[in-house]
């Protein structure tokens, strides 16, 4: 197995690939509910199942297998820098995706992201 990081090319297309699987399931729990949500607001209800179902996605699979649906097709896989992928690892991993921050981190030219960088993981070549 390459030990190597990935490109922040295929680093954004597992983001791309991911968000639309998070943004469909998003869509149709939040469909599902839509009478409870009106009632809180249209927004209120979208954006609790979106950070919920975000956090989920990417710790099942993460946990399960080291690659979410991005990561399968795009034929890379999370390891951890010192180790083994642990729960608490893929747990912070997972949590630290859902501060916007997160995501601004890769524009410093990090190759690796601030979920990356805390959980002790990286993004490789499977």
Known sequence: ????????????????????????LSVAISSFFSV????????????????AVQFFYYFIFEMSSGQTIGKKITGTKVIAVKGKITFLKI??????RLIPLDRLSYLFGHIT???????GTYVVKN
């Open 36 to 51: 409870v949500f009106i009632r809180f607001g249209p927004n209120s209800g979208f954006f609790s199942v979106f950070a």
């Open 113 to 119: 992201g601030m979920h990356d960088q805390y959980s």
């Open 91 to 96: 747990f912070i991993r997972t949590f630290l």
């Open 1 to 24: 197995m390459n030990t190597k990081p990935v490109e922040l090319s295929i680093r954004l297309m597992n983001f791309l690939i991911d968000y639309f699987f998070i943004m469909l």
